[in-house]
Nanobody, 120 residues
Framework: QVQLVESGGGLVQAGGSLRLSCVAS????????MGWFRQAPGKEREFITG????????YYADSVKGRFTISRDNAKNTVYLQMNSLKPEDTAVYYC?????????????WGQGTQVTVSS
């Protein structure tokens, strides 16, 4: 079955950086768009970035544009989220997802989530 396993979350000070990783198994990775969502306490889950199967097409929500970078390594079945200039409002559980449509990801599978906490 399909599994998406995130890692790399943690506690960081405002202005700092983190890199999240998501390793996929059980699917032909390069055929799927991938994305990252986040959900803060009391808020709806938000789609923040997506990437096409080949890695050249990307989408960013305005809330993260210019600070976050999504990338993928199809040889390693891994998608990354480099997060720079982190703000307290970036605090959330971050979820990796696979699906179709890198600009508006229609999700087939979810990872379990990883907590990111940004202190002020």
């Amino acid at each position: 079955q399909v599994q998406l396993v995130e890692s790399g979350g943690g506690l960081v000070q405002a202005g700092g950086s983190l890199r999240l990783s998501c390793v996929a198994s059980g699917l032909t990775f390069s055929m799927y768009s991938m994305g990252w969502f986040r959900q803060a306490p009391g808020k709806e889950r938000e789609f923040i970035t997506g990437i096409g199967g080949g890695g050249s097409s990307t989408y960013y929500a305005d809330s993260v544009k210019g600070r976050f970078t999504i990338s993928r390594d199809n040889a390693k079945n891994t998608v990354y989220l480099q997060m720079n200039s982190l703000k307290p409002e970036d605090t959330a559980v971050y979820y990796c997802a696979s699906g179709t449509g890198w600009r508006h990801l229609s999700v087939d599978h979810w990872g379990q989530g990883t907590q990111v906490t940004v202190s002020s």
